[in-house]
């Protein structure tokens, strides 16, 4: 086999590329770690940008439709479209911490004042039960499971408390976090006035610098945008069906803290599968404070109606917009979450259903190539 120079070139390269990277790792890792926190800022606003032009494409539409006619109103549909995005996102936040966060501090507050005569009177109705008298036997007498319930409560707190304690205190920490997310509203600013334009760059720096992989790239992206933009749309649209029908049906049992349960219902269900359990999780505590009974009311209620969401709304509003099993969602979400957290969550879905449909199509090129090429002989 005969070797040209541009192949010995390469080797090369490639060899002291890897002994440079090998013989100085340390200062390499410290120079792509904080490239990484440079970049951070701007990759998450991107991110947020990408989010924001689903909303906005949709106010671009309806102020076409609107003002077709008026070239003057024509010129600022973008700044206008911009700002009723950015708007409608900001005024979601603040409901968002305007309702919740005032109900869910006043629960807080009621736990650590927890009531142990409360508990010792739910134990002795408990016992007028039989079975479950002789099951509360194995765990101890009433005294001890009250104590024990109340010390559990106690340190539960304590550690949700310590948590909150250290976020609130890390100065320096929230000030670099509301830098980065200032630096990431205004590019996903710049972004979406000049989206046009930065998409018309990026396809020829594509088409120019990979050549015929250009064709694959864009294959790949157009996939990616697909189950993105189906995953963010039709799984916002589900949350908001599923966190309005639990406001409605605990109102209509009287449960308490309707709207705060069903915000957060509406919020956690962005994430698909264990979404769900986690609002389910948060109301029940909401609620206990105030009921006990009503708390275990609502996670039956809460069951049912998801059961009913699940088989009912969910395939309609969804429907093939993900495009993936089931099982591989669970897979994606389990991986993802172990990775990056929820934020691993919200991505591993549609990035999972990108690489199945990728798989998928060349799965179905090589057969069909097969099958021609028995059909020729």
Request: net charge positive.
């Given at each position: 086999m005969k070797f040209e120079k541009r192949q010995v070139?390469?080797?090369?390269?490639?060899?002291?590329?890897?002994?440079?990277?090998?013989?100085?790792?340390?200062?390499?890792?410290?120079?792509?770690?904080?490239?990484?926190?440079?970049?951070?800022?701007?990759?998450?606003?991107?991110?947020?940008?990408?989010?924001?032009?689903?909303?906005?494409?949709?106010?671009?539409?309806?102020?076409?439709?609107?003002?077709?006619?008026?070239?003057?109103?024509?010129?600022?549909?973008?700044?206008?479209?911009?700002?009723?995005?950015?708007?409608?996102?900001?005024?979601?936040?603040?409901?968002?911490?305007?309702?919740?966060?005032?109900?869910?501090?006043?629960?807080?507050?009621?736990?650590?004042?927890?009531?142990?005569?409360?508990?010792?009177?739910?134990?002795?109705?408990?016992?007028?039960?039989?079975?479950?008298?002789?099951?509360?036997?194995?765990?101890?007498?009433?005294?001890?499971?009250?104590?024990?319930?109340?010390?559990?409560?106690?340190?539960?707190?304590?550690?949700?408390?310590?948590?909150?304690?250290?976020?609130?205190?890390?100065?320096?920490?929230?000030?670099?976090?509301?830098?980065?997310?200032?630096?990431?509203?205004?590019?996903?600013?710049?972004?979406?006035?000049?989206?046009?334009?930065?998409?018309?760059?990026?396809n020829l720096l594509i088409d120019t610098y990979l050549g015929s992989t250009g064709k694959t790239f864009h294959y790949v992206r157009h996939i990616l945008h697909q189950r993105f933009h189906g995953f963010f749309v039709s799984q916002t649209l589900e949350a908001m069906i599923l966190g309005s029908l639990t406001v409605i049906g605990m109102l209509i049992f009287q449960f308490p803290y309707a709207l705060t349960v069903g915000v957060l219902v509406a919020f956690t269900a962005l994430i698909p599968v264990v979404g769900a359990y986690i609002g389910v999780t948060i109301g029940f505590i909401l609620i206990a404070t105030e009921s006990l009974t009503e708390a275990f009311l609502f996670v039956l209620f809460l069951i049912l109606l998801q059961q009913f969401e699940g088989n009912v709304i969910y395939p309609k509003v969804v429907g093939g917009s993900i495009g993936l099993p089931s099982m591989w969602v669970l897979m994606a979400i389990t991986i993802g979450g172990a990775l990056w957290g929820i934020l691993g969550m919200l991505l591993a879905v549609p990035v999972a259903a990108t690489i199945y449909q990728i798989v998928k199509d060349h799965i179905i090129k090589r057969q069909t190539l097969r099958n021609r090429a028995r059909t020729y002989c």
């Open positions: 070139y390469y080797v090369v390269i490639t060899f002291a590329i890897c002994y440079a990277i090998q013989a100085y790792w340390g200062a390499v890792s410290n120079i792509l770690t904080t490239l990484h926190k440079a970049i951070f800022p701007f990759l998450m606003g991107a991110g947020i940008a990408y989010i924001i032009n689903i909303v906005m494409s949709v106010y671009e539409r309806l102020y076409v439709k609107l003002f077709k006619g008026s070239r003057l109103l024509m010129a600022i549909k973008r700044s206008v479209s911009m700002i009723l995005s950015y708007a409608t996102f900001i005024g979601l936040i603040v409901c968002l911490f305007s309702i919740v966060i005032p109900d869910l501090i006043s629960s807080l507050s009621s736990l650590l004042v927890i009531d142990t005569g409360a508990l010792a009177k739910l134990v002795n109705n408990l016992n007028e039960n039989k079975q479950i008298s002789e099951a509360l036997n194995y765990m101890g007498t009433d005294k001890d499971l009250v104590s024990t319930l109340s010390g559990y409560s106690q340190q539960i707190l304590k550690q949700v408390l310590s948590v909150l304690t250290n976020l609130l205190t890390s100065v320096s920490s929230i000030a670099a976090t509301l830098l980065n997310v200032f630096v990431s509203f205004i590019f996903s600013i710049y972004v979406l006035a000049n989206k046009e334009q930065l998409g018309r760059q990026f």
